[in-house]
């Protein structure tokens, strides 16, 4: 089948004949048709039952009509793999009973060898690539995100143990940082080889840290990673909400794609990233709940910008509610390559 490269050509800052959409969580609760299997399924059985788990990942392909798949699992699926218990509660959040708050806890977990306890991941994106007519996103939490789950045991509103931690115990943080970090490079490196052909690194929570907190404890793990992916050659994203103040850290890592966030316009995110990177974003998800002349005059502003250089793809701030109605996500994805396609 012929794949349509649009998205892996605005990652690469191509010229494009119009602007690719996609939009984070766009497999999920939304969906009548991903609730009914819910019913039957829990989460992390999906991501266990590679018919299912690609079904899963095709439903909003087909549904919206977006230009990228993204793999349909959980950022704290390899965390399991690496021998810490979880669970994800509905409406709460992933939840951990054994957090890792010592030295001994971090020496305990192991970097999985993903063609051993994570292969019904590599062998739904075997099944995906098979009929997939989009380009598919692979991809892994990053490790402050997956370090705060494993550290405060849940989601946490100040990431009180998580920051006591890197700022009151740096050799132990260090070494959590680095143990995440080779999780994430070898799990990537399986997805990519298995066919995944763009990567996005979840740091969700990171825009909690002071500027100078990302550059001491985390900017050097993010290089670390990215340059060790460089070699594969496929588009890397890294993401992360409220990182409006990081972004030209962001553009440090060698990611190729920055995500932004709603709460930065797109032409000062270019300005803080610089020319050299695309970007991501950046509708606020909560504007989905908005009426439809709202809708458009704010994807079409966000489209004006992103036009003005290569490197634009189209997305929310951050991911899809699950109140929200399919068909605005239909009609948001036609407007967006109709309105970007006039304009070229
Ligand atoms: O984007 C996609 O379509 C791919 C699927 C995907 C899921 N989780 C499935 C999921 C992706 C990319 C993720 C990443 C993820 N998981 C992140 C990073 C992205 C972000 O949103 O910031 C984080 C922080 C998690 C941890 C997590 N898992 C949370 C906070 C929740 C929500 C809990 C709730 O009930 O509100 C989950 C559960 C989860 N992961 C759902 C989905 C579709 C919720 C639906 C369900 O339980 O079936």
Redesign the pocket.
């Known amino acids: 089948m012929i794949s349509s490269d649009l998205f892996l050509q605005a990652c690469r800052r191509e010229p494009v004949t119009q602007v690719p959409v996609w939009?984070?969580?766009?497999?999920?609760?939304y969906q009548p048709e991903?609730?009914k299997i819910?019913e039957k399924y829990?989460?992390v059985e999906?991501?266990q039952i590679p018919e299912l788990c690609s079904q899963?990942?095709k439903l909003?392909v087909t549904q919206l009509g977006v230009d990228a798949a993204?793999?349909?699992?959980?950022?704290?699926i390899p965390v399991g793999a690496m021998g810490l218990d979880f669970e994800?509660?509905?409406?709460?959040?992933?939840i951990i009973d054994t957090p890792v708050r010592s030295a001994a806890d971090v020496e305990r977990l192991r970097v999985p060898d993903p063609e051993e306890s994570l292969s019904h991941v590599l062998e739904t994106i075997h099944m995906l690539r098979q009929d997939l007519t989009v380009p598919l996103i692979g991809?892994s939490?990053a490790p402050f995100?997956l370090a705060s789950?494993m550290v405060e045991g849940g989601?946490s509103r100040h990431y009180v143990r998580t920051k006591q931690l890197m700022a009151g115990n740096t050799p132990v943080w260090n070494s959590l940082m680095n143990k995440l970090a080779e999780m994430v490079i070898v799990y990537m490196k399986a997805q990519i080889k298995a066919g995944a052909q763009a990567i996005?690194l979840?740091d969700?929570?990171v825009g909690s840290l002071a500027p100078d907190d990302f550059q001491t404890y985390v900017l050097p793990t993010m290089k670390h990673i990215f340059n060790a992916l460089q070699e594969t050659g496929v588009p890397l994203i890294y993401?992360g909400?409220t990182s409006g103040e990081l972004l030209s850290m962001f553009a440090e890592t060698g990611a190729n794609v920055i995500g932004v966030d709603w709460r930065v316009p797109i032409r000062s995110a270019r300005h803080r990233v610089g020319q050299a990177k695309a970007l991501q974003g950046n509708l606020d998800p909560v504007m989905l709940f908005a009426p439809w002349p709202e809708i458009e005059r704010r994807a079409k502003s966000i489209l004006d910008a992103g036009l003005e250089e290569n490197g634009f793809i189209f997305n929310l701030g951050?991911?899809?509610l699950?109140e929200v109605e399919v068909a605005v996500l239909q009609r948001l994805t036609a407007f967006v390559h109709e309105y970007s396609s006039q304009k070229w």
Do not use: N
């Open positions: 939009y984070m969580r766009q497999a999920g609760r991903y609730r819910r829990s989460l999906i991501c899963v990942t909003p993204i793999l349909f699992s959980d950022i704290m994800i509660k509905e409406g709460v959040g992933p991809f939490g995100t789950y989601p996005q979840f969700s929570w993401f909400v951050h991911g899809v699950p």
